[in-house]
């Protein structure tokens, strides 16, 4: 037993993609978002995508929320108040039940209205393939994405007064190859990659995230908005705000001056007292720059690439 209490599971490298601004798994650039969203509205006006489809792409979108959380959604749970229109959407917890916890999430008249939309379709499905008059209740308790392959006129669940449990609801995975399948469909690519666009909705949570850092929210905000539980996580976003790079680079050149003649000395470059000498150096730099986590590992990592691939050709 000894030796599984000593075991030491690895933490996730929470925040990776968003710092090294991953071209596929990173958030997406500003031409990527532009890309996405003018191809997805062309698309559904064309009839490549259903309203199905371009109402999950415009929730996720505008709110930052995980699939399964999308998938749990009823109709019950928007409303509009004041002029303002909001998403009730449910809060996925460890031990928590179907349904139990909510945050509310205000949006845009767009985003409203394609949502009614999309309700009214549902409504439709509903009563023409059950040949049902549906309730007021019933419509309340509906999935805002059902699952339409259970409408089936012999099943006796349709005779309940309301559809409360998660029967009807599209599952999570689902909603992850939808999104793929707009990119394909619309051949939404990548200026990057110059790939379809590999997305998902961790990518658009990190592009919402990424954003709001930009638009000067703190930590607090971003959590907010992202619904996490704390700002641990979160502070990534704004370490990686373009201004934040600038001073770390500018921070990089300082340390590195008193080395430059390293790489000026060229009967010394590439030998192994070179590369002896610029690696102790850069280690130094590293303990300089301890304060900087996400660049110092980059470094450290870099570095040590470099060194096994010297000492392979030796």
Not at 5 to 30: F, Y
Not at 133 to 154: A, G, H, M
Not at 232 to 260: C, F, G, H, W
Request: net charge positive; glycine share 4%.
């Amino acid at each position: 037993m000894f030796f599984l209490l000593s075991w030491k599971i690895k933490k996730k490298n929470v925040g990776k993609a968003v710092r090294t601004l991953d071209p596929e798994g990173g958030p997406l650039t500003d031409e990527e978002l532009n890309e996405l969203h003018s191809k997805a509205v062309k698309g559904y006006k064309d009839g490549k995508i259903n309203l199905f489809d371009f109402a999950l792409l415009n929730i996720l979108l505008c709110t930052g929320r995980r699939p399964l959380q999308v998938s749990q959604l009823k109709c019950c749970d928007m409303k509009e108040h004041h002029g303002k229109f909001y998403l009730k959407i449910p809060r996925i917890k460890q031990g928590q039940n179907f349904r139990q916890d909510f945050k509310s999430v205000e949006i845009p008249r767009g985003l409203y209205e394609i949502i009614c939309m999309l309700i009214q379709e549902s409504i439709s499905v509903f009563e023409s393939r059950l040949s049902l008059i549906i309730t007021d209740r019933q419509v309340n308790s509906l999935p805002l994405f059902p699952e339409y392959s259970k409408f089936e006129v012999d099943d006796l669940y349709f005779g309940n007064e309301t559809y409360d449990d998660d029967y009807l609801h599209v599952h999570s995975e689902k909603i992850s190859r939808r999104l793929k399948f707009i990119c394909i469909a619309n051949n939404i690519r990548s200026h990057r990659t110059s790939k379809i666009l590999k997305l998902n909705s961790r990518r658009l949570r990190y592009t919402l995230g990424s954003r709001a850092a930009r638009e000067g929210c703190d930590a607090y905000m971003i959590a907010h908005l992202l619904d996490h539980s704390s700002t641990k996580t979160v502070q990534t976003y704004i370490n990686n705000l373009p201004e934040n790079a600038k001073r770390i680079d500018s921070m990089l050149s300082v340390l590195m001056l008193p080395y430059a003649n390293e790489f000026c000395c060229l009967e010394a470059i590439g030998s192994r007292y070179w590369f002896d000498n610029i690696f102790s150096r850069i280690k130094i730099l590293l303990r300089q720059i301890k304060p900087d986590g996400d660049i110092a590992e980059s470094l450290h990592h870099s570095t040590v690439l470099i060194e096994k691939s010297h000492r392979a050709k030796e």
